[in-house]
């Protein structure tokens, strides 16, 4: 088959016959619940952006200053000559805030994923993954040429299973903390405990839980009051609770000098902005000091799932942010989003590949920055829509 402006016409076209073409809204306001398309107004429930610091005051001049005094791009990698003392400031006070021994940057979460994956295993060790975890998981371990094994989501049994059954010496398992599509919590104390008896090395994305999970936003460690020992790879982002861009490794120092002399995504890449890891700086002390902004997030979640039940709106069992609710069919999915813009209110339809077949959805997210009202809005909406189509499956 030659690969011509054909090809590329037909996959297009069968994406769109799937009913899974993907297409951007472009919005010209700052990442907020009210979003600017086409000179109109819109209520937004699909950001990550949990404790609404992405537009904060404090962030932003603090982006300023420093881009006024250091610039903008670092201009090399870290091993060349773009690791900057803000870059160092940044790593010593994310090892202090996860109560880890030292932390690494990276450009961001999907190549953080890579790097732990590709570079701590060889092609005779193995890897666990959850059936749920992020693209950037996945995508790692196909990467690799060690043998792969998948588990049921969040079955204790089925990892332990195939524990059992891998023969490779060294072996990772890797999940989610809070899963991204579905906003479930992964059974972090039943993973260290399987991981410690069967001599697995443990790693943790927590992309979703850094900032938003636990009493100073620490993360699923913290909440879970897991150690180094218990939790030896921790990953969060910066570009979702914390408002910002970028991620970061945290574990034991020799763990991290082996990331920096041997981790390809953190080698052979352009050191993130200086004057990016200044906000984040300044993002993680609101994130650490600001408790109320979780409590608050808390409430609305609560607010959220009430309305559900009143208006017998199906959700899956997610206790963050993340609120989903399945459709099943892709068509539906997107159906149910249009009319939703339609009435103002901006909710993207999730469908395969990521999710599974059979489980597109809404993915409604919650910001610190929504109101009672504007999520009541939403509930009346979804109520309205459902009840003329019937398109809420069950979840």
């Known amino acids: 088959m030659v690969m011509d402006e054909a090809y590329f016409v037909d996959i297009l076209r069968e994406k769109k016959q799937q009913d899974l073409y993907r297409s951007r809204l472009i919005h010209d306001s700052p990442q907020s619940p009210l979003l600017t398309i086409n000179n109109k107004q819109y209520l937004s429930f699909c950001s990550n952006d949990y404790l609404g610091l992405a537009n904060n005051s404090e962030i932003k001049q603090s982006l300023i200053d420093a881009a006024n005094v250091y610039g903008v791009g670092s ?3 870290h091993l060349i000559s773009g690791h900057h003392v803000v870059h160092e400031q940044l790593e010593q006070q994310l090892a202090t805030i996860t109560k880890r021994s030292k932390a690494l940057v990276f450009a961001n979460g999907y190549m953080a994923n890579i790097a732990i994956v590709n570079t701590l295993l060889q092609p005779k060790d193995a890897v666990f993954i959850d059936r ?3 693209a950037s998981i996945y995508d790692a371990c196909m990467l690799t040429k060690a043998k792969i094994y998948r588990y049921q989501h969040k079955c204790m049994a089925s990892l332990e299973k195939k524990l059992q059954s891998s023969t490779e010496k060294r072996k990772l398992i890797i999940t989610d903390s809070v899963f991204s599509m579905d906003g479930d919590i992964a059974p972090i104390l039943s993973l260290v405990k399987l991981a410690k008896q069967y001599g697995a090395l443990l790693a ?3 992309a979703h839980g850094f900032g938003v999970l636990g009493n100073t936003g620490a993360g699923i460690a913290e909440l879970y009051n897991c150690s180094q020992q218990d939790i030896p790879i921790l990953m969060g982002t910066f570009g979702k609770a914390l408002g910002t861009y970028g991620a970061f ?3 034991s120092s020799n763990l991290i000098d082996v990331f920096i002399q041997q981790a390809r995504p953190y080698i052979y ?4 902005p200086p004057a990016i890891a200044k906000a984040t700086l300044t993002s993680l002390h609101l994130v650490t000091t600001g408790h109320e902004r979780r409590q608050h ?3 609305l979640i609560s607010e959220f799932k009430h309305g559900c039940k ?5 959700t899956l069992e997610s206790s963050t942010a993340i609120q989903p609710i399945i459709m099943k069919d892709s068509k539906k999915a997107v159906f149910f989003s249009e009319k939703l813009k339609e009435m103002g209110i901006i909710v993207k339809a999730i469908r395969p590949p990521t999710v599974p077949v059979g489980t597109a959805r809404l993915r409604i997210t919650l910001s610190y920055l929504h109101t009672k009202p504007q999520i009541h809005r939403l509930l009346v909406a979804l109520n309205a829509i459902n009840v003329k189509f019937q398109l809420i499956g069950d979840a």
């Not at 890449?269 to 993130?272: K, P």
């Not at 009143?310 to 199906?314: A, E, G, L, R, V």
């Open 310 to 314: 009143k208006f017998n709106i199906k």
């Open 269 to 272: 890449t352009t050191a993130l």
């Open 204 to 206: 943790v994305d927590d």
């Open 132 to 134: 749920l975890n992020h």
């Open 297 to 299: 997030l808390k409430e």
């Open 75 to 77: 201009g090399a990698s």
């Open 249 to 251: 490794i945290a574990g």
